[in-house]
């Protein structure tokens, strides 16, 4: 997770002042992905931060792929993370009486044109632009004849209305992260505002959006800085002020190339699902390009609110490592409180069907072992292969089944030995079991390994499971000694064959 101190930004940049209104804006056209989570946590710091606003805003004009199912999802997953929105969610499907307006406006000032050419008319532009090595950027006709209009219309032509950008002009942009970013306009295009059915473009609807919602600072990724000018373009055409920009650097994964399915979990809830919680995550996403100094890894949501500050992102790409994220999970796994991790695990257990098949009393049960996991998990998701053995019958994994056989002689006097000192026990207490088979290791002379690891397959199955005494414990004597006969039983038949 980049963003820990290999890059610093330079101390004087600008900071916010606040209070700020600022906006996240996701397309409900599938999940909350991670980058798209790291710009609502920035924006959602920055709010905090400054005593501002957090404003939701689900641009849902994308008809086709917007679904109440992402958009769903997108919510669950914010309230997941803790970023409550302040105004909101706001839609823009349910906004066209306010796009229409500011189209007419546009109309009524001179700043759009229609635009009545087809695509293929379009394209042989940008490829006379390509062949004489320009931008191929579209300039509208805007001297149509009113006989040529008259025939478009008796076609059934309708048209793009597109903003009359001035070539000879430029936007600059003083951005909080870029600093001063400036376009010539020379290299944008006519943008279109209004489509041939009058409906808004995304630039269009973004641009009002802010000047309505009067949003004082646009926090998101740097693949929207293209974006930028054309709405700052259409905000100052409509009279008003643009807010100010923050544009944050991509997210890659571990290989530098663009994040996505092939370096893990791509989605909020996905990270959920794996086991992990949302502080972990919170962190994680926070050092996603932004560090508070060349030391500190490790925040509270407190923390961050009082110590974020747009001034310390970097400019250059922030690395996401699912790794990384597990080793700081852990971490935070181990903080919990023995209440806090046994809610935390049963949360995870309940969605993920672990109790699906199990009696009433499972849940009881996991949180009687939480004492010997909370110490050895890096994700929730891990509990099963440490402690699913617990609920299922003896199952023993191929790969330690063949270590037990490769020399069943020893198999057996390990096991047999430990059962024969257990089934003594006065007391099934762990300080006693402990005793007991350290006594016994010490009477054969072997390494703690080599005696005690057939002992955890002859018990759980597997060679990574709680501790051994730990487990013992959790199995009780009765299913222990059970599961220690039952393991002999089958060595022993392969010894007399």
Same mark, same amino acid.
């Given at each position: ?12 940049? *600008? ?5 700020? =209104? ?6 409900? !056209? ?19 931060? !400054? ?5 939701? #805003? ?24 803790? /970023?409550?929105?302040?105004? @909101? ?5 349910? #906004? ?29 532009? *940008? ?58 306009? !020379? ?7 209004? %489509?041939?059915? @009058?409906?808004? !473009? ?69 990270? =959920? ?48 490592? /699912? ?12 903080? /919990? ?13 309940? %969605? ?39 609920? #299922? ?5 191929? +790969? ?30 762990? +300080? ?23 002992? %955890?397959?002859?018990?759980? @199955? ?18 222990? /000694? ?16």
């Amino acid at each position: 997770m980049h963003g820990y101190p290999c890059c610093m930004p330079p101390i004087q940049r *600008r900071e916010i002042e606040g209070p700020a =209104r600022v906006r996240f804006a996701p397309s409900p !056209t599938g999940n909350l992905h991670v980058g798209g989570a790291r710009t609502a946590l920035f924006n959602w710091l920055v709010a905090r931060h !400054t005593g501002g606003v957090f404003v939701l #805003r689900l641009e849902d004009t994308d008809k086709e792929r917007s679904t109440p199912e992402s958009e769903a999802q997108i919510l669950r997953a914010m309230e997941w993370l803790g /970023l409550d929105w302040d105004e @909101g969610p706001y839609r823009q499907s349910e #906004r066209s009486d306010v796009y229409l307006d500011a189209i007419e406006r546009l109309k009524a000032s001179g700043h759009v044109y229609a635009a009545w050419e087809t695509e293929e008319e379009l394209e042989t532009q *940008r490829d006379n632009a390509r062949a004489h090595k320009q931008a191929p950027v579209v300039r509208g006709r805007r001297d149509w004849t009113d006989d040529e209009i008259a025939s478009f219309v008796a076609e059934g032509r309708r048209p793009a209305w597109r903003f009359a950008v001035d070539v000879t002009g430029h936007t600059v942009i003083e951005d909080f992260v870029r600093g001063e970013v400036t376009f010539a306009h !020379t290299a944008i295009e006519d943008f279109v505002v209004a %489509r041939s059915d @009058g409906t808004p !473009t995304y630039n269009l609807a973004a641009a009002v959006d802010d000047l309505e919602m009067q949003i004082s600072h646009v926090v998101r990724g740097e693949d929207h800085l293209s974006n930028t000018p054309k709405q700052m373009m259409v905000i100052r055409a409509l009279g008003g002020q643009t807010p100010e920009y923050a544009h944050i650097p991509l997210i890659l994964g571990p290989d530098k190339k663009r994040l996505s399915k092939r370096h893990g979990a791509a989605s909020v809830e996905d990270l =959920r699902d794996a086991g992990f919680i949302q502080s972990a995550v919170l962190n994680v996403f926070a050092l996603l390009g932004w560090s508070f100094d060349d030391k500190t890894s490790m925040f509270t949501v407190d923390e961050l609110i009082a110590k974020f500050g747009v001034a310390r992102i970097s400019k250059s790409p922030a690395i996401f490592d /699912l790794k990384k994220l597990e080793v700081l999970n852990g971490r935070y796994l181990r903080m /919990l409180s023995e209440d806090e991790f046994s809610d935390a695990l049963i949360g995870h257990l309940e %969605r993920s069907g672990f109790f699906a098949d199990k009696d009433a009393g499972a849940r009881a049960r996991v949180i009687e072992t939480v004492p010997a996991v909370k110490r050895k998990l890096s994700t929730l998701e891990d509990y099963s292969s440490l402690a699913g053995w617990l609920f #299922r019958p003896l199952e023993i994994e191929a +790969e330690p089944w063949e270590s037990l056989v490769s020399d069943v002689r020893h198999s057996i006097q390990a096991i047999g030995g430990g059962l024969g000192r257990l089934e003594q026990l006065e007391h099934f207490t762990l +300080e006693d079991i402990k005793d007991a088979l350290q006594d016994q290791l010490h009477i054969l002379g072997e390494d703690a390994r080599g005696f005690l690891e057939p002992q %955890r397959i002859a018990l759980t @199955g597997q060679r990574v499971s709680t501790g051994i005494y730990e487990s013992l414990v959790l199995a009780g004597r009765d299913e222990a /000694l059970t599961r220690y006969r039952e393991t002999l039983g089958r060595l022993a038949d392969l010894w007399v064959a």
